[in-house]
């Protein structure tokens, strides 16, 4: 009897800690609650019922200045001064600014304010560009205090070569700073990790990301930071500061004597209990916490801040050192608090999950997980390379629903105290396969009233979630039953596409508004519809209709609900009641009875029984927002043997045809036959126009397509079941190709619901650019889902020449095996593919990939007593892998891990088992091995530093024996990269880089001559070089008279015009010392950055970006792109001037911005 006891206590403690805001909803820190339930148990308008494609879609769109990673958060009622009182959303982005903007009025698209800190950081400072893209500002979901409204927000920033974080505290109803602030964040802890400094570690920013949404607890701001995509050193560290003085008041790292655990939970909040307690997970590291150790790798942590933080307990899974090992992190998600018990629940990339007591957490053991309950909720990370739990899980009403990789949506049942591990209700599909890619999700639900429970949540499409925009979805599902999909952002996407998918930022649900972060610098706001809102009901089957006193009524009630377009309305509602007096009937004793519509918008009634008074009357069926019911004709006949039988012929979908006897009917349509009477009923096998029909499938009896039916008592209605069909329109521009689908279909027609893959096949020497229409992005596939007339065009353009290099070609593993991320450097647009040649290294992630990306290999562990060595093929590239024998382990010692600016000499001594191998290697060039670089057993090796000129830090490393020193080297200040290019010159960076990347060497004397004019010879070498580099081939035959085989630019020249980018000034010339001007300019290096040719046509913002340049100026859609891309922004804030010199310097900072910049 306990049991029941227990699951009552806890409902009633669910309930009674349900949040409630006098003044409406309130979202104000990440997933809803401290406990991070993910959970709006106080959402009034949206329901099971409204939420579908009839009554609910896409409003209106906000627009920002970058990606959107933090969860948007929700005041009601808030007072701007000058602007009156608001329904605030607030939204954080990359680009480091905050907006307010009005919730509600969809005409209210300027913000009510805005703020910017500055500078974000570009993560190609650090390392390679695989999670995030292009820079780092506000990652974290920021956290408003209503008490005293302040919205506290952390910044990233990269300035003058340093990185540092702000805390900032805003008045959320002007976006002033507030309390002295902001403050940097900063803290060193005591430590003998190997980037401490005489046993003090620092708190090193470059190499931190602070990912975890931001806690406040008892008066003070919780932030955790966790690595820079996985670049050592870094370490997991905790910040506590006060709410009311920004006073930094504790500091906590949970690494200090080694490296990582660091934490990023996938964008979770850190998580509270009512005592004060903090509960976090940390990512792959040592874990000595077993021996009293101060570590805390692949950990459950529980801090308690009663006097500053101390870690009061900790669990960590059994298998924790190969979750370790192989990069499998147990902190990718992060923990929930159960309301009402003291139990929570947990996960991470090896795909189980663990049901925790905060009274005791479990400690670690190597044989038994010490926990209340664990088990393998879904595919496993670890084990099969494909699966895990990333960001938030959500628990609502006694239910945990979590989705995982390749995965479908699944709902555990908890019972009080356990949970049933067999899903109680899971979706009839998976979200698309990829790294990274788990569904966002958040849960609205009006408490526990029957059908007002919806599960929100977002993933992207094509599966790959690698920080790059692709396109993403939003799904509403029946709560209570997940295999009952609600709505769509798919099903009318031209209204309500969720655009790109923002990786883990779930929906935030507040006043029947549903706020979609995206990665397209935009917020996406759903809501009921207004003049797209349910139109009408109609009846679709079942009137007039006669039955027998007392007897059942043959043919069931069917209704049709349409929205004013004229399409049906999916999972709409529909009441029936009968008359309450006189002749009528009841619906299993009940005078009324719902039903949901189905796909065609049919909603059909249970069972309906005359009762015992005979006579005419009326049966009524209500949806939502519709002010005329439908209306049932019936009659309640004496008992007779003579009554005609009804019968019903109608189609699914309704309102299609059909011949009954030779006359053709608008389905659905009832006739009285005599009892015993034959009939010809007859499909059409194809019926409709355009780009949408309907072919024959089945009658519901099994008949032909044309056959003889009977009536009868026993079947009183005949369906033909008809397939929706849309048609896939493609077709290619700017070039020669073809388009291939699969599955392949002759007449471009395919069944509602399918997923079609295209792919792009550019002739010879061409590639594809784009996708227009209905599909989107640059890769060579792309799926198409089939929820209506779809037309997709391939733009094609020239072939960009490839060459693919590799930051490193060789590297060394232990016997304990690896995970290694290796970048792959290549041209814009150039795709390529990677493989492994041995069964023990694996590609886990960058199989294949476009331009700049990274690479994750996982080596296993050798089980052989002698070392091994394989060459796999990165992006085409030959890249050596030496593993050491088993058994056979090393370890360095030597200078700090942070070299001086002005480089050096330096040594490693290596300590290793006799009669074991070692090899090493250096990387990147300005790392130098002075000695010899193989040896056995114990040894030393000799390296060197350049000096660092590049004017910021950089970071390289020493790879021996399956070991990495990793090396950050600060900057020198900065270097003039030509004399006439003094520091503070308005270009300077982007001729510091041109000079860098090896576009230029200047202008002679040791001058770069920036406000000198660019000739069109000087423009062909900039462009060439920046798009094919050095080396290229290109016709000895000259193009243009003016340019003979001895020119000094001969050879860029001829390049430029086999790339497509110049036809010349006329027929025969190029013009090769004109000057170029800004529009010229313009035209020449969109064609080179997209890889058009001068005959191009390409999309671009129809919305005039400068007052000087409209659509009558040939250069035009040439200086929208450029404005659209960020390589311009004009002259002045609204002009281009367009005819005006381009100078040499103008000239760096358009090339950096097209070819240089993420």
């Known amino acids: 009897m306990s049991a029941p006891l227990i699951r009552k206590s806890f409902l009633l403690s669910w309930i009674l800690t349900l949040p409630l805001s006098l003044s409406g909803v309130t979202v104000t820190t990440h997933h809803n609650d401290t406990s991070r339930t993910g959970a709006n148990p106080n959402e009034t308008v949206l329901t099971t019922a409204n939420v579908n494609s009839g009554s609910f879609g896409k409003l209106f769109s906000r627009a920002v200045d970058g990606q959107i990673y933090a969860q948007p958060l929700y005041v009601p009622g808030v007072t701007i001064p000058g602007k009156g009182t608001h329904n605030v959303i607030y939204v954080c982005t990359m680009h480091n600014s905050v907006y307010a903007f009005d919730a509600d009025t969809a005409s209210a698209s300027a913000p009510l304010w805005q703020v910017n800190f500055g500078a974000s950081l570009p993560v190609n400072i650090i390392n390679v560009t695989r999670d995030i893209q292009p820079e780092v500002g506000i990652l974290s979901t920021p956290v408003i205090d209503l008490t005293t409204n302040l919205m506290y927000v952390v910044s990233e920033h990269y300035q003058n070569g340093i990185t540092f974080f702000r805390l900032h505290a805003l008045d959320i109803t002007t976006g002033n700073e507030m309390l002295g602030g902001p403050v940097t964040i900063e803290g060193s802890v005591a430590g003998t990790s190997s980037d401490s400094v005489n046993g003090i570690l620092s708190f090193f920013p470059l190499m931190h990301w602070q990912r975890p949404g931001l806690l406040l607890l008892n008066g003070k701001i919780y932030i955790g930071f966790g690595s820079h995509q996985d670049t050592e050193p870094y370490h997991g560290w905790l910040f506590a500061y006060s709410a009311s003085t920004l006073q930094q008041t504790s500091v906590l790292c949970l690494s200090p004597n080694s490296m990582s655990a660091g934490l990023w939970q996938g964008g979770l909040g850190l998580t509270a209990d009512p005592a004060g307690n903090i509960y976090l997970q940390t990512d792959r590291g040592v874990m000595d916490s077993l021996t009293g150790g101060p570590d805390h790798g692949s950990s459950l942590v529980k801090i308690s801040t009663s006097n500053g933080m101390q870690v009061v307990d900790y ?100 019972n009080g105290s356990v949970f049933n591990t067999t899903p ?11 790294y990274s890619n788990e569904p966002a999700m958040s849960l609205s639900a009006n408490g526990t009233t029957a059908g007002s429970a919806i599960l929100w949540a977002s993933y992207s499409m094509n599966g790959r979630a690698n920080g790059f925009a692709y396109p993403g979805i939003l799904r509403a599902f029946d709560a209570s039953d997940v295999t009952r999909e609600l709505w769509n952002s798919e099903q009318i996407s031209a209204r309500d596409a969720a655009g790109s998918w923002a990786k883990w930022c779930p929906p935030t649900i507040a006043e029947g508004r549903v706020y979609l972060a995206t990665f397209d610098g935009v917020l996406n706001v759903y809501g009921l519809l207004g003049g797209n809102a349910t139109a009408s009901i109609t009846v679709a089957a ?13 043919i069931p009630f069917q209704a049709l609900v349409r929205d004013n377009n004229n399409n049906p309305v999916a999972g709409a509602m529909v009441t029936f009641a009968a008359p309450s007096s006189g002749p009528g009937g009841t619906f299993s004793g009940s005078l009324s009875a719902s039903a949901v519509t189905n796909s065609n918008g049919i909603a059909t009634a249970p069972t309906f029984t005359a009762n015992s008074q005979t006579g005419s009357y009326a049966i009524s069926a209500a949806a939502p927002g519709v002010s005329t019911p439908a209306v049932f004709n019936l009659t309640n006949d004496p008992p007779s043997t003579n009554n005609p039988i009804l019968v019903t012929i109608q189609t699914l979908p309704s309102a299609l045809s059909v011949q009954v006897d030779g006359v053709t009917f608008t389905t659905p349509h009832t006739f009285e036959w005599g009892s015993g009477s034959s009939h010809v009923v ?92 209905d599909a989107a992005g640059s890769t060579p596939m ?26 490193e070609t060789y590297t060394t593993v232990a016997s304990t095996g690896d995970i290694r991320d290796v ?107 002075n000695s010899t670089a193989a040896g056995t057993g114990n040894g030393t090796l000799t390296f060197s530093a350049d000096a660092n000129r590049t004017g910021q830090p950089r970071t390289g490393y020493i790879s021996m024996g399956g070991q990495l020193w990793p090396l950050i080297q600060q900057q020198l200040g900065p270097v003039p990269p030509f004399s006439d290019v003094p520091p503070g010159y308005l270009f300077f960076d982007s001729i510091s880089l041109l000079k860098l990347n090896n576009i230029t060497t200047g202008c002679g004397g040791g001058n ?145 911005r097209a070819f240089f910049t993420p």
């Open 424 to 434: 109680v209700s899971q979706s009839t599909f998976t979200v698309p396969n990829g």
């Open 782 to 807: 792309v799926n198409v889902p089939m929820s209506g007339p779809k037309t997709v065009t391939a733009l094609l353009g020239p072939a960009v020449p490839c060459a693919n290099f590799l930051a």
């Open 682 to 773: 007859s499909a059409p096998p194809v019926q409709g126009a355009g780009a949408t029909r309907y072919t024959f499938s089945s009658w519901s009896d099994g008949g032909a397509a044309s056959h003889t039916v009977v009536a009868s008592t026993g079947t009183t209605t005949f369906t033909a079941a008809m397939l929706t069909q849309y048609k896939l329109s493609t077709s290619v521009s700017g070039g020669t190709g073809s388009i291939n689908a699969n599955p392949a279909s002759a007449d471009g027609f395919y069944n509602a619901g399918t997923e079609v893959q295209l792919t792009a096949a550019p002739a010879a020497g061409l590639r594809l650019i784009s996708w227009g229409g």
């Open 1008 to 1152: 770069y001559c920036p406000e000198a004019g660019m000739t069109r010879s000087e423009m062909a070498a900039f462009l060439v070089r920046a798009v094919a580099g050095e080396g290229f081939t290109f016709s000895n035959q000259p193009y243009f008279t003016d340019v003979p085989a001895t020119h000094p630019y001969f050879s860029y020249i001829q390049k430029l015009r086999e790339l497509g980018v110049t036809n010349g000034c006329s027929a025969t010339q190029f013009c090769p010392d004109d000057t170029v001007t800004r529009g010229q300019m313009a035209a020449f290096l969109i064609r080179a950055r997209l890889g058009i040719t001068f005959n191009d046509t390409f999309p671009f913002d129809p919305l005039q970006m400068f007052t000087d340049v409209d659509a009558s100026n040939v250069f035009y859609p040439y200086v929208q792109k450029m404005k659209e891309l960020g390589i311009t922004s004009g002259c002045t804030a609204t002009t281009y001037c367009a005819n005006d010199l381009n100078t040499r310097g103008q000239m760096a900072a358009f090339l950096i």
């Open 315 to 414: 669990f960590s899974p059994t298998n924790q050192e190969a979750l370790s090992a192989n990069d499998i992190d147990f902190g990718s998600s992060g923990p929930i608090l159960i309301p009402g018990t003291s139990l929570g629940i947990t996960g991470g990339k090896d795909g189980k999950l663990f049901l925790f007591n905060t009274n005791g957490l479990g400690g670690y053991s190597p044989t038994t997980n010490q926990v209340p309950q664990w088990w393998q909720a879904t595919y496993s990370l670890l084990d099969t390379g494909e699966g895990g739990i990333f960001g938030g899980n959500v628990f609502y009403n006694s239910k945990l629903y979590m989705w995982g990789r390749r995965d479908t949506l699944k709902v555990f049942q908890f």
């Open 823 to 929: 970048e792959v450097t290549s041209s814009p647009g150039c795709l390529w593919q990677s493989n492994s040649t041995v069964a023990w290294i694996s590609i886990l992630s960058g199989a294949t990939g476009e331009g700049k990306e990274a690479v994750r290999i996982r080596v296993n562990p050798n089980p052989e007593d002698e070392p091994r060595a394989a060459t796999i093929y990165l992006a085409g590239v030959p890249y050596t892998i030496g593993q050491a024998a088993s058994g056979c382990g090393f370890s360095l010692a030597g200078p700090s891990q942070t070299l001086g600016s002005s480089g050096g000499s330096y040594q490693l001594t290596i300590t290793g088992q006799a009669g074991c191998d070692w090899s090493a290697s250096a990387a990147p060039s300005w790392i130098k091995l």
């Open 542 to 554: 079942g009137s007039p209709q006669h039955a027998a006193v007392n007897a059942t009524f043959a």
